[in-house]
């Protein structure tokens, strides 16, 4: 178990930063590539301005006609993001790696509230689940792939938690959370978790062409 | 639920499936795929949460008490991704369903696009839908016999080219009974715009072409209209999925206006025409922007309201409210300008809610309307959403300056028995303006 936690934490960790950054700047270049190539004249449409704008407005929950009419949906998916974003991040646990391997560190989240950003995480990782099993819509569209990226994300949440409440062995727990993690980085770029990478993209998009072409807001 | 149990019979759509093979759909649709798409239908084929946000956007899926297969997601999930996933190995008749859903179950209003925290465009991924279904050859008859019509003759409605004249002669002559001294000018060169209309104007719509010109003669207009092939702005073609034709149809438009030399292009009440000249046409034929300042009636009338050159003599009886056009509201931000001519011609305005971008569609634009009879329920069916809305405002009048508005809501508010009236802008002005010159 020892080897594996060694393994986990050295060359596996290279090998899954290294995935996740090569990778996402590959699948970007790549995309953006083919956008110049096929959907050049759409590209020219793209502006700072009104990119940024949608992308502004999309951010404040509830001000979007989506969000507004999708409350529950609208609740989960800042708390989510909120929480997949600052918990990896500012976790102690996490910046005391960071200063271990590379000498650095910053600020870090108070422990109680890194608690807190985590369980709301696999909270709402459970609301999303019980809207894809009950959901007529989600029911309709949803495939294989929509679980397995849910799972995903949720695994490293879900050990980490334990792990940090000294359920079950603590190794093992503080390995399968380090593996699920790495995981979930390398997924980054070849799933539907990709929305992370180009989301931003096609949000700025449909704003510039709301904003320069159409003159009405697109939120 | 599901589009397997509600399969309509189009001989349009029937013939097309009769004439294709699996193999041949798999070679059309990988060609369509490699060739005219690329990363904006990647990324959103990728990145779509299947989160389901998008459903309540849908005035179909409202309508339809919530029926998944009318969502947005769902529509895209019957069509583009079952086509994708199978790499285009797919029998006619799955070509045939996804041709029901996405020229009659979808209006690309883009009203989806206010609901997708992504920005992912349903609209955009239904018309590549479109499109490889025009390549395949299955269309409902009624929308290719406009696209047809376009082809052969420039118009929408197989009109000729004396029959165009002669209508705009007859309205003239009509109209100096009125105004002694009218004119609808034909091909006069530099004059200050040209006026375009859709063909059901000429074909059956003539009085709207006599309001029109009651409007600029009595505003002092320097206008004209043209004598040929390319006074037809409305476009089917864009609809249908043939973009060779639609790209024609505009060229003629826009070489029309230049030839003309007119500073601009003032075009009726239409709202599918507008996208098509405003922001299809033109990309397809390699401008960023229109070549031609191309204005809408909304904002031109707003121009001589503003301008004092139009004045109301009284104003239309109220309350009236008001219903967004899509294509000229989510296309083109007219709200604010449509809002302050209405209420400066009519007494009083009770909205719609939810109004301005977030406006419910007509279900007729998008083509749905011009797919004909075989068609009509799915669209008064599929609106049952905008009927309850039209009747929560408890007004007589509802205000569409759109002509496939027009249309959709009519068949609505007959069918739902909301007993209201239907008004242009251009009606009311022409009915309350002072008019000096008039005996
Ligand atoms: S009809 Fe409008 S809201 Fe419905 S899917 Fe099409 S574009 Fe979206
Ligand atoms: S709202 Fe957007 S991401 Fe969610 S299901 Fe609809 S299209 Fe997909």
Not at chain 2, 319 to 348: A, F, Q, S, Y
């Amino acid at each position: 178990m020892r080897e594996l936690y060694e393994f986990a934490v050295g060359p596996m960790a290279w090998a899954a930063f290294g995935v996740f950054l090569i990778g996402s700047v590959i699948r970007l270049i790549s995309m953006y590539s083919l956008a110049r190539k096929k959907d050049g004249p759409f590209l020219s449409y793209m502006s700072w301005r009104f990119g940024l704008r949608s992308i502004l407005n999309w951010l404040i929950p509830f001000n979007a006609q989506g969000w507004k009419e999708n409350p529950l949906v609208c609740v989960t998916t800042f708390v989510f993001h909120l929480g997949l974003i600052l918990v990896p991040l500012f976790l102690l646990g996490h910046v005391v790696l960071w200063d271990q391997y590379w000498g650095f560190s910053y600020p870090t989240l108070p422990e109680q509230a890194a608690d807190i950003f985590t369980i709301a995480v696999i909270v709402a990782c459970l609301v999303f689940a019980w809207r894809r099993a009950t959901n007529r819509t989600l029911r309709f569209v949803t495939t294989g792939q929509d679980w397995l990226v849910l799972l995903i994300a949720f695994l490293p949440f879900l050990t980490g938690f334990l792990a940090s409440q000294h359920v079950g062995p603590p190794l093992v727990m503080t390995t399968l959370h380090v593996l699920s993690g790495e995981l979930m980085l390398m997924a980054i770029p070849f799933t539907r978790l990709s929305h992370m990478i180009f989301g931003l993209f096609s949000r700025a998009y449909m704003g510039s062409e709301f904003g320069g072409v159409r003159h009405a807001k697109d939120w | 639920m599901g589009i397997e149990q509600r399969r309509i019979d189009d001989a349009g759509l029937a013939r097309g499936m009769a004439a294709l093979t699996p193999e041949k759909i798999a070679k059309t649709f990988q060609a369509l795929i490699a060739g005219e798409c690329g990363a904006r239908l990647r990324t959103y084929v990728e990145t779509c949460m299947r989160c389901g946000m998008c459903g309540p956007a849908c005035h179909y899926f409202l309508s339809h008490d919530g029926d998944p297969s009318y969502a947005p997601v769902g529509k895209v999930s019957e069509t583009m991704w079952k086509l994708l996933k199978a790499d285009g190995k797919v029998d006619p008749r799955v070509i045939g369903d996804c041709a029901q859903i996405a020229y009659t179950e979808c209006n690309l209003c883009r009203r989806c696009m206010h609901y997708c925290p992504l920005g992912i465009d349903t609209a955009y991924i239904i018309s590549v839908v479109r499109r490889l279904c025009h390549k395949l050859g299955v269309t409902p008859m009624y929308i290719q016999d406009t696209a047809h019509s376009h082809s052969a003759t420039l118009n929408q409605m197989w009109v000729k080219d004396d029959e165009w004249t002669d209508s705009l002669q007859w309205q003239e002559d009509e109209a100096r009974s009125e105004f002694p001294d009218l004119r609808i000018p034909l091909e006069m060169e530099g004059a200050d715009f040209m006026y375009s209309v859709i063909a059901p104007e000429p074909k059956f719509r003539t009085q709207l072409i006599y309001q029109a010109a009651a409007i600029f003669h009595t505003a002092g207009c320097n206008w004209t209209m043209p004598g040929t092939p390319g006074w037809d702005n409305s476009n089917m073609a864009m609809f249908s999925g043939d973009a060779e034709i639609m790209g024609r149809v505009e060229r003629y438009h826009f070489e029309t206006a230049q030839r003309l030399r007119v500073k601009r292009i003032v075009m009726g009440e239409c709202g599918h025409a507008f996208r098509a000249v405003y922001d299809v046409g033109n990309r397809w034929l390699g401008w960023k922007m229109h070549p031609v300042p191309v204005v809408h009636s909304i904002e031109f009338f707003w121009e001589l309201l503003d301008q004092g050159k139009i004045r109301m003599a009284s104003k239309y009886p109220g309350p009236v409210t008001i219903h967004d056009p899509c294509n000229v509201i989510r296309g083109r931000g007219l709200m604010d300008k449509l809002r302050e001519v209405v209420n400066h011609i009519c007494d009083g305005v009770v909205e719609m809610s939810p109004n301005r971008e977030h406006n419910l569609c007509c279900c007729a634009g998008g083509g749905v309307i011009n797919c004909g009879p075989p068609f009509k329920n799915v669209r008064i069916v599929g609106n049952k959403a905008k009927a309850d809305q039209l009747k929560a405002t408890g007004v007589q009048t509802c205000i569409a300056p759109c002509h496939n508005c027009h249309g959709g809501l009519e068949d609505i508010i007959h069918h739902y028995k909301l007993g209201m009236k239907l008004k242009f802008l251009g009606d009311i002005i022409y009915e309350h303006m002072e008019k000096p010159g008039a005996v």
